[in-house]
């Protein structure tokens, strides 16, 4: 079964500070990743696309890396509206079959 | 400006079946891989199924293969999950999600629809 493990399951940090969230696959698969941001009580939206593409409209204070075996996505400076759930998710190969991590949540220190 | 409106959702019993449908507009809708996504109350986000761009690739996680059927109407742009065999675990708010890029089996979902709740329970 294909794993995706974020780290840390929560993050605090103050308004500011720069947040850098993990994401590990258990095996290697299509090699590209994507990250969602979700605030409480709304869909969730496209932050970055293959691996370290912005999405339409997102800041330039989010983005994303590829380290081989982690991936990562970091936020610069952290504005009040960033804290929020952050998921990673990636497709296998073929069968396409989509897997997402369980989620980081970035909260207010 | 995409927009992706679901509705159908609601409270049904186990064992009972439920049509969720998707309305999408201000894309080329036959041109995108087309796919749902679930979310269970105070939990993460969890694929559920995907269609390609005419309807004839299909596929399914497996926690509700041979339950759920994907389907697609191109002509009134719809996105449609026949859900049968309902279980408990299936409560969750479903999303419908465009897929992006220029393949049907895309590596992301770039735009996501409000969600409609679903709730079994007896």
């Known amino acids: 079964e294909f794993v995706l493990t974020q780290s840390p399951a929560t993050l605090s940090l103050s308004p500011g500070d720069r947040a850098t969230l993990s994401c590990r696959p258990s095996q290697s698969v299509s090699g590209y990743l994507a990250w969602y941001q979700q605030r409480p009580g709304q869909a969730p939206r496209l932050l970055i696309y293959?691996?370290?593409n912005r999405a339409t409209g997102i800041p330039a204070r989010f983005s994303g890396s590829d380290s081989g075996t982690d991936f990562t996505l970091t936020i610069s400076s952290l504005e009040p509206e960033d804290f929020a759930v952050y998921y990673c998710?990636?497709?296998?190969?073929?069968?396409?079959?989509?897997?997402f991590g369980q989620g980081t949540k970035l909260e207010i220190k | 400006q995409v927009q992706l409106v679901e509705s159908g959702g609601g409270v049904v019993q186990p064992g009972r079946s439920l049509r969720l449908s998707c309305a999408a507009s201000?894309?080329?809708?036959?041109?995108?891989?087309m796919h749902w996504v679930r979310q269970a109350p105070g939990k993460g986000l969890e694929w559920v199924a995907v269609?390609?761009?005419?309807?004839?690739?299909?596929f399914y996680a497996d926690s509700v293969k041979g339950r759920f059927t994907i389907s697609r109407d191109n002509s009134k742009n719809t996105l449609s999950l026949q859900m049968n065999s309902l279980r408990t675990e299936d409560t969750a708010v479903y999303y419908c999600?465009?897929?992006?890029?220029?393949?049907?089996?895309?590596?992301?979902?770039?735009?996501w629809g409000q969600g409609t709740l679903v709730t079994v329970s007896s």
């Open positions: 998710q990636q497709r296998t190969n073929w069968p396409p079959l989509y897997t």
């Open positions: 999600t465009k897929g992006g890029g220029s393949s049907w089996t895309t590596d992301y979902f770039d735009s």
């Open positions: 293959d691996t370290s």
């Open positions: 269609i390609s761009y005419g309807g004839s690739d299909k």
């Open positions: 201000g894309f080329t809708f036959n041109s995108y891989g």
